[in-house]
């Protein structure tokens, strides 16, 4: 895991068990295991904006994850919404929280929250700048809605890229992987295979540098999607095997 990727758990986190307790949750949060890692958080989202925001954002991936899990992304995301105050920064993160809850919403919970993801995001707009530490995961979640929830390919892709040259400027491993995804699936749709191989093979080396076992599965299958035989059939292979890897703590705790 990048030291980028550590710090940004507990970036304005006070105390100095700070770092200890982000590693904790991160190595939670990689393993599919979202519950038990909010749940170490719990204490200092009661006080902390950004463990409350960090919260609702683990509950929010969780039920993009499983479909699973709404009502308890749902409060920790108001609470978060309420610890922000009037802080621009912090009012823009949890905004952008919002539009990607409603956007989870909308394509895995099957609700119709279409206009709430965009106001949202149009918020989060509003208080963000690129100077702003969330706002490369912003443009990505704004390429997210564009693609999914309009079709709207190009204003999609250049959001990705906007994201994708942030990532990298801030050495964001955890984001490239998902900007590299997305960028593969936009050039897949394209007709542009080679393009896609390429991101999608980017995509599937971040994640197994970062540990993101929850994530490896996926990156898997969308590699084999644009890849010829016989890789195909050898990454169609190893997928499941390696989300089994990452559902340890999902199916071994009584959620």
Not at 29 to 45: I, P, T
Not at 49 to 68: N, Q, S
């Amino acid at each position: 895991m990048s030291e980028h990727n550590r710090q940004s758990y507990a970036a304005h986190w006070p105390g100095a068990d700070a770092v200890p307790l982000q590693a904790a949750v991160w190595r939670l949060r990689v393993r599919g295991c979202w519950n038990e890692a909010a749940s170490l958080l719990a204490e200092a989202a009661r006080h902390n904006p950004a463990a409350a925001l960090e919260c609702a954002a683990l509950l929010t991936e969780k039920c993009l994850f499983t479909h699973d899990g709404w009502q308890d992304a749902e409060e920790a995301m108001t609470h978060a919404e309420a610890m922000a105050g009037d802080d621009k920064a912090a009012v823009g993160a949890a905004a952008s929280e919002r539009a990607f809850l409603a956007y989870a919403a909308a394509l895995a919970g099957g609700q119709d929250r279409k206009a709430e993801a965009f106001a949202a995001l149009d918020k989060a707009g509003n208080c963000l700048d690129e100077h702003s530490p969330g706002w490369a995961q912003h443009e990505f979640r704004r390429g997210l809605l564009f693609e999914n929830l309009t079709g709207d390919l190009v204003a999609a892709q250049a959001a990705y890229e906007r994201a994708h040259a942030a990532a990298e400027a801030n050495g964001d491993a955890m984001l490239l992987s998902y900007t590299s995804r997305h960028l593969g699936s936009i050039a897949q749709r394209s007709g542009e295979l080679n393009k896609a191989h390429h991101y999608y093979s980017e995509s599937l080396r971040l994640r197994e540098e970062t540990a993101f076992a929850i994530g490896i599965a996926p990156a898997l299958a969308a590699l084999a999607s644009v890849s010829a035989e016989p890789e195909a059939s050898r990454l169609r292979a190893e997928a499941p095997g390696s989300y089994g890897l990452s559902t340890a703590c999902r199916y071994g705790s009584p959620d």
